[in-house]
């Protein structure tokens, strides 16, 4: 079976070298010419462990190919994955369209034959049909002898782990339109290897399947959220937010993931994800009230995390130096989006400190959102002269730091984590005034 991904980013990129993997034929489109290029020169347009050597073995194999011809990899066919971005609309919080319908005009050009259209974008409850209505008009030849269908499939990897994500997830939903069987037959054929391992499948409607990938990540974004709010309430009340996430993690209804208290989540998912879902509801005049809540506490939470950090630094941060160790959302991406460094660096900056930041990954992404800054190779390096030593993403890296020669190299001795790595009384004892979340220092 040959198959095109439109769209060559952190999903259409993982998912296509995946069902290359499979042992499908892929071809991977995108209109960013320099993505592709750079793609056919085997270096990676995103960093993502184990993708380049994936990539590299199913080029080499002739499964997987990379064009910025999407007219004839169409042409060529039996399943069109659309993996563009749909990013939260300017003014409004909903999900912005723009290059879905886009793509689905391109593909519906080029279509020959019987084609299955997938979303694999995270899209609004009644895109799929409108993608269909996008296409039927475009191709009345193929809406007359249904020789075209839509339907939704969800992506759940995360950044990081996206390979093992894919390769073993939790389940696949897949949403058809009045049922097609046709459909029905080319995706499981796709997902083949996942059949045979025993993987749930859920096929469903293509309205419910839109809208489990918003209760899905609104869902998870709540329960970061909450154990947020029970962290501000453990530092009031002098209890430990770790050993309480342990005491309801081990209710097996409520399950130990997603329960680690931090300066709020970020990322190209849950926050415009929630904010989209909010939209649904209110347009459906259903509103979620939860995750409305979710939304405005935790943009709320990333403000906070800056005036922590001032706090710790004895109410100002004026002239000081403060070390900022980790940049992107979380670890093993060079993802920077609606990371929580561009909200508390900006406000570091305004009350007048100084930051060195270090980042495995995320310093090139970083230095085009926060130029005023300074950047350092490593955590030593970036600590060398600070006031205060900021750890903000969870990186591998930062989670064995030499304390003693952090503390040669530093000017102050104040210690920020705000990812808990480090245990408190360790850190007294190393002579630092440590901070943590939810913990009683
Ligand atoms: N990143 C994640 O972890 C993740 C996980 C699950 C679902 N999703 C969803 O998947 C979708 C894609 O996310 P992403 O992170 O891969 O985005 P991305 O920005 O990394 O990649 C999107 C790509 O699509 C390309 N593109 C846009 N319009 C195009 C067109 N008409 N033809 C060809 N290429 C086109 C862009 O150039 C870009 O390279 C989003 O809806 C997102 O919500 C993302």
């Known amino acids: ?19 290359a993997e499979f042992g499908i034929d892929v071809t ?9 290029a750079s793609l056919e020169a085997g270096v990676m347009p995103i960093y993502e462990p184990g993708l380049e050597d994936l990539v590299s073995r199913n080029v080499r194999a002739g499964r997987l190919a990379f064009s910025g011809d999407l007219p004839a990899a169409v042409a060529a066919a039996s399943a069109v994955f659309i993996a563009v971005g749909t990013p939260t609309r300017r003014g409004d919080g909903h999900a912005d369209l723009t290059y879905v319908f886009a793509a689905a005009r391109e593909i519906a ?19 799929g049909r409108k993608v269909a209505a996008i296409i039927a008009e475009a191709r009345p030849d193929l809406a007359e002898g249904r020789d075209f269908d839509v339907v939704s499939n969800p992506e759940f990897l995360r950044e990081g782990s996206a390979i093992t994500d894919f390769m073993h997830p939790d389940r696949v939903v897949i949403g ?5 069987e046709a459909a029905r037959a080319v995706m499981r054929e796709l997902y083949r290897p996942l059949f045979l391992r025993d993987t749930p499948i859920l096929f469903t409607g293509i309205e419910t399947a839109e809208l489990i990938k ?14 947020n709010e029970i962290a501000d309430l453990c530092e009031k009340l002098g209890a430990n ?42 347009e459906a005049q259903s509103p979620l009230s939860i995750v409305e809540a979710v939304v405005s506490f935790n943009d709320a939470r990333k403000r906070q995390m800056a005036e922590r950090i001032i706090a710790a ?17 979380k670890p093993n991406t060079d993802d920077m989006r609606e990371s929580p460094s561009l909200v508390v660096v900006p406000l570091l900056r305004e009350a007048g400190a100084e930051v060195v930041a270090c980042d495995p990954e995320g310093i090139a992404e970083a230095k085009k959102l926060l130029p005023s800054i300074t950047y350092a190779e490593s955590a030593s390096a970036a600590a060398e002269g600070a006031d205060a030593l900021v750890l903000l993403t969870e990186w591998n890296q930062f989670r064995a730091l030499d304390w003693a020669e952090m503390k040669r190299r ?6 920020v984590d705000l990812r808990n790595i480090y245990r408190p009384d360790q850190m007294t004892a190393a002579g630092f005034a440590y901070h943590s979340i939810g913990r009683p220092s």
């Open 1 to 19: 079976m040959r198959i095109v991904l439109v769209g060559s980013g952190y999903v259409g990129l993982v998912s296509g070298a995946c069902f």
């Open 28 to 36: 991977c489109v995108d209109r960013d010419a320099a993505k592709i």
């Open 109 to 127: 050009a080029s279509l020959r034959g019987y084609t299955v259209i997938v979303t694999k974008s995270t899209v609004p409850v009644g895109t």
């Open 176 to 180: 058809l339109t009045d049922g097609s």
């Open 214 to 227: 918003y209760a899905a990540n609104s869902f998870l974004a709540t329960k970061i959220s909450f154990i």
């Open 241 to 282: 937010v770790q050993e309480v996430a342990t005491g309801i993690g081990l209710d097996g209804r409520i399950g130990k993931k997603f329960l680690h208290p931090g300066p709020g989540f970020g990322g190209s998912c849950f926050p415009k994800d929630c904010l989209a879902l909010v939209r649904i509801g209110r």
């Open 313 to 329: 630094c004895g109410g100002s941060v004026a002239g000081k130096r403060i070390a900022l160790l980790g940049l992107t959302f």
């Open 410 to 415: 530093m000017r102050g001795h104040v210690v």
